[in-house]
């Protein structure tokens, strides 16, 4: 199965996760996880979560930002793949100068 986010459909979500600004998301789900791509823009965040029944792996394609990981703070560049761990807290920040493009994987705990 080929996903080209660039032809989904593009869901603004304010203050996602409780995050400042919105988050642009193109997804696709089915009963094993999501597939998603997630652009932040200057100033936008994805707020501080815990990953309950699932995990996350996500890789910057473009732009630059912080991620907060488990209460420590690293820079994002891209190519950087981050892993959330089901239980574990993280929130992604663009602190950049041009969007923040995050792919991200969330397959479902079994």
């Known amino acids: 199965m080929i996903l080209n986010f660039d032809e989904m459909p593009i869901k603004v979500v304010p203050h996602f996760k409780g995050g400042e600004g919105e988050a642009h998301i193109a997804a696709y789900a089915d009963s094993m996880g999501k ?24 890789y910057v ?13 690293y820079a994002l560049t891209p190519g ?16 950049g100068t041009e969007p923040l ?8 705990s079994k």
Do not use: A, K, W
């Open 35 to 58: 597939i998603l791509q997630c652009t932040l823009p200057v100033g936008s965040s994805i707020g501080l979560h815990t990953h309950e029944g699932d995990c996350e792996i996500v």
């Open 101 to 108: 493009v995050l792919f991200g994987i969330l397959p479902l």
């Open 80 to 95: 950087m793949r981050l892993y959330c761990p089901e239980h574990h807290t993280h929130g992604i920040r663009n602190n």
């Open 61 to 73: 394609v473009s732009g630059t930002g912080v991620c907060m990981d488990d209460g420590v703070e």
